[in-house]
C-alpha cells in the first residue's frame, strides 16, 4: 500500500458526460501527479501540483482539468468524455515537488470506462 | 525529447528461472533519473528503483538488481529464481534531473509460470 487514495476504483459513464477523479497524497506529501495510461498512448504525464499550485502540465487535453485543494487533496475532472478516455487514470504523490531528491508513490488507479 | 524503450513486450519464464528486462533510453541530456516501476495484475504501479546518472554502480535488492550502463543507454533489471508473484507488467522510466513528470516505456509483461 503506497498510502496515495484513489476514489472512485471503477467508474462507467456515458460519452459526453463529465466525472470527477480524486486523490489523496500520502501523509506529508505536497506534491501531487496525475498520468493516464491507455491501450494505446501507455503511460502519460498529464499535470502536477504543489502545495496548490499547478507546477507543471504534459499531455493533458483541453477537456480534463484538475486542482489541489488547500487539504492537499486533488481532483482531475474530465469533461464531454469521449470512448478514447476510457483508460486507468493514476494519481502519485511526492514530498517535495518534481523528481529531484523525491520518491514518487502511485495510487491504485481508477479505471474509467466510457461507453 | 527522451524516450524509453522496452523492446520486450512479454516474457514467460519458468519458476526459478533468471529473467533479464531490457531497458533502452534517448536523452539529450546529460543528468537524469532512470526508474523501475511494477504494475501488478491488481493495478497498482508499485515503486522498485530510482537511479540517477552520476551513479552507476549496480544495485542489488534481495532477488532484483539492475545494470546502469551509461555507455549503451541502458538500464537493464534481472530478476534471480523468478517467482509465481514476479508476474506483472514492469516499467522502465525516465526523467529529467530537474523536471516533473516521468516518462515511461510501453512496459515488458512478465509471466511467470509454477
Known amino acids: 500500500d503506497s498510502g496515495v487514495t484513489q476514489t472512485p476504483k471503477h467508474l462507467i459513464t456515458a460519452t459526453g458526460q463529465r466525472v470527477t477523479l480524486r486523490c489523496s497524497p500520502r501523509s506529508g506529501d505536497l506534491s501531487v501527479y496525475w498520468y493516464q495510461q491507455s491501450l494505446d498512448q501507455g503511460l502519460q504525464f498529464l499535470i502536477q501540483?504543489?502545495?496548490?499550485?499547478?507546477?507543471a502540465k504534459g499531455n493533458i487535453l483541453e477537456r480534463f482539468s484538475a486542482q489541489q485543494f488547500p487539504d492537499l487533496h486533488s481532483e482531475l475532472n474530465l469533461s464531454s468524455l469521449e470512448l478514447g478516455d476510457s483508460a486507468l487514470y493514476f494519481c502519485a504523490s511526492s514530498v517535495g515537488t518534481g523528481v529531484s531528491g523525491n520518491t514518487i508513490y502511485f495510487g491504485e488507479g481508477s479505471w474509467l470506462t466510457v461507453v | 525529447a527522451q524516450k524509453v524503450t522496452q523492446a520486450q513486450t512479454e516474457i514467460s519464464v519458468v519458476e526459478k528461472e533468471d529473467v533479464t528486462l531490457d531497458c533502452v533510453y534517448e536523452t539529450r541530456d546529460t543528468t537524469y533519473y532512470l526508474f523501475w516501476y511494477k504494475q501488478p495484475p491488481s493495478g497498482e504501479l508499485v515503486f522498485l528503483i530510482r537511479?540517477?546518472?552520476?551513479?552507476?554502480q549496480n544495485e542489488i535488492s534481495g532477488r532484483y538488481s539492475w545494470n546502469f550502463q551509461k555507455s549503451t543507454s541502458s538500464f537493464n533489471f534481472t530478476i534471480t529464481a523468478s517467482q509465481v508473484v514476479d508476474s506483472a507488467v514492469y516499467f522502465c522510466?525516465?526523467?529529467?534531473?530537474?523536471?516533473?513528470?516521468?516518462?515511461f516505456g510501453k512496459g515488458t509483461s512478465l509471466l511467470v509460470t509454477p
Open positions: 501540483y504543489y502545495n496548490g499550485e499547478e507546477r
Open positions: 537511479r540517477n546518472s552520476f551513479d552507476e
Open positions: 522510466a525516465l526523467s529529467r534531473l530537474s523536471g516533473y513528470a516521468l516518462n
